[in-house]
């Protein structure tokens, strides 16, 4: 139920389409109770994916990042494992991998079980996992804005379409069947889909951090066109101590920008109107534009914004970008509490 529900609240909601609210939940709760009642109970990684699985140089498997452990049933794991929206395994290895894995839970429980059921149960797990990877993408993407997860979401749309065109989950949720072919239509997909950059785009995006003691930089493009932010509206760790002598590369300054100081706030608005500059020069075959990020020193907010919309930039759009980081290049990147 709880995978269930960050799938409503943080991805469908969002949508902002109409539902029946109360008999989606009653069929929340009916799939719920079905796949509880499995007859195999064990440890369950949760998030049993493969960058939670390490090899070594001497070819020793790992298992990482497993603090969501529980008591639960073996096909979460399988299911979370093998619909990987990025690992996207075909349908024949899918299937033989399951095949695969039933043999060897046989031989680690040393008795026959009920292929027909566990594959019921398997998939009602498997739509589990996507919904739940959704409400992860569209947390991560639509409420933290992280371009990663907003590049993610179309992916995970495609998987769960994959699925539901080629399997069941064994009981009756027509509300909760409408709610899907909603989110896996053209229409929501489409939605989701940014408009991405090319190898044969020509545009480049010049991104750079400065100091206002010392003039923001020019455009050498000759378009004369682009943003500059000031970023001395948010609070300076270059006023603290501990951090004068540290970049806004640095942890304790990027942890204390992102958890003390309103620049999340700040860089998701600028991340709303460069991303509509982004989009359009891509279509119209623009060749250049200019983002700079100013603070007072150059420092450590300017640093800290530049970093974050190039990767932004480049998640999102897969765009070409130049990163410029004025006073910290010409300083070969050596800080002295005197700088400050």
């Not at 064990?42 to 939670?52: A, I, P, T």
């Not at 929501?188 to 408009?195: G, L, Y």
Request: charged share 25%; glycine share 6%; proline share 4%.
């Amino acid at each position: 139920m709880a995978d269930l529900l960050y799938f409503k609240y943080y991805f469908l909601d969002a949508l902002r389409r109409p539902y029946d609210k109360q008999r989606l939940i009653d069929d929340f709760e009916a799939l719920s109770n079905y796949l509880t009642h499995t007859e195999y109970q064990y440890f369950l990684f949760r998030d049993f994916q493969s960058r939670n699985i390490m090899v070594s140089e001497d070819e020793q498997v790992h298992f990482i990042d497993y603090q969501g452990g529980m008591k639960g049933a073996p096909q979460y794991d399988l299911a979370s494992l093998l619909w990987q929206a990025r690992a996207n395994l075909s349908e024949d290895w899918k299937q033989r991998l399951l095949e695969e894995y039933m043999d060897a839970f046989e031989k680690t429980i040393a008795t026959k079980i009920d292929r027909k059921l566990f594959k019921s149960q398997y998939n009602g797990y498997v739509l589990i996992r996507l919904l739940q990877v959704l409400g992860a993408y569209g947390f991560r993407g639509l409420f933290e804005r992280k371009a990663q997860f907003l590049t993610s979401i179309p992916l995970a749309l495609r998987n769960l379409k994959e699925f539901l065109r080629q399997h069941s989950v064994g009981i009756a949720v027509p509300e909760f069947r409408k709610i899907l072919d909603l989110c896996t239509s053209d229409e929501v997909i489409a939605e989701f889909t940014p408009t991405q950059a090319s190898e044969t785009t020509p545009l480049e995006v010049n991104v750079y951090s400065f100091s206002y003691r010392n003039g923001h930089p020019p455009d050498n493009s000759g378009n004369g066109g682009g943003f500059m932010f000031d970023c001395r509206g948010i609070l300076n760790p270059g006023r603290i101590d501990s951090m004068k002598s540290l970049t806004g590369r640095d942890k304790p300054v990027r942890d204390f920008l992102e958890q003390q100081t309103k620049m999340p706030a700040f860089l998701n608005s600028v991340f709303d109107i460069v991303d509509m500059t982004v989009e359009d020069y891509i279509k119209r075959g623009f060749e250049s534009l200019m983002v700079g990020f100013g603070c007072t020193g150059g420092q450590h907010r300017s640093v800290y914004a530049a970093d974050e919309m190039a990767r932004h930039l480049r998640n999102k759009f897969k765009v070409k970008v130049k990163l410029y980081h004025v006073v910290q290049d010409e300083k070969n990147w050596i800080n002295t509490p005197a700088d400050k």
